[in-house]
């Protein structure tokens, strides 16, 4: 039902879609999955209760793949680890996880590395964080993220307390670094 112009899967023998992965661990990275993809991957997980990490990693969700997943995580209470990362999401798609963050109490670690966020991104995270209290783990790597963000984001961190790993390596944060150690000392 998933066959298309960007399939999750490798076609099997004989043009067959064939199934995903089993288990509670899924690791469909570097598998062409667009937006539509990811919109029906994002619908099917919606109520499974057994898949605990997704590795979407180096893919092309994009923006639309994102607000879709961001949807599913609203609903889904099982899993715990999502990799976004490589997969072409800008601060539209950063708004939309900042928002199921907000709602979602089992995600524990988000990978967002090389896309395309920026500050107004990193604010709508940042915000999200204030209330969470599940999220332990944010790889915001090598994004477009610049002091501005940074200072939002060390407002945040001091009303969260759950965030123990941050990763905000190849961005331009500059002085926004000061605030955030200060932010990390409290």
Request: proline share 2%; with cysteine.
């Amino acid at each position: 039902t998933m066959a298309h112009r960007g399939t999750m899967a490798r076609r099997g023998r004989k043009g067959q879609q064939p199934k995903l992965p089993e288990g509670p661990e899924w690791d469909l990275s570097g598998r062409d999955i667009d937006e539509e993809s990811a919109r029906q991957l994002a619908v099917a997980l919606e109520s499974n209760d057994t898949l605990t990490t997704l590795n979407l990693e180096n893919n092309m969700a994009g923006d639309d793949g994102a607000r879709a997943l961001a949807n599913m995580l609203e609903r889904n209470q099982a899993l715990t680890i999502l990799n976004l990362g490589c997969n072409h999401i800008t601060d539209d798609g950063a708004r939309a996880l900042a928002a199921a963050l907000e709602r979602n109490g089992t995600l524990t670690k988000l990978g967002l590395s090389d896309n395309y966020i920026g500050n107004d991104g990193l604010k709508a995270l940042a915000f999200a964080l204030e209330g969470n209290r599940t999220l332990t783990t944010l790889d915001l790597s090598s994004n477009s993220i610049r002091a501005e963000g940074a200072k939002a984001l060390a407002a945040a961190l001091e009303k969260n307390s759950t965030l123990t790993t941050l990763n905000l390596a190849s961005n331009s944060i500059r002085e926004g670094a000061t605030s955030l150690a200060a932010a990390l000392e409290k």
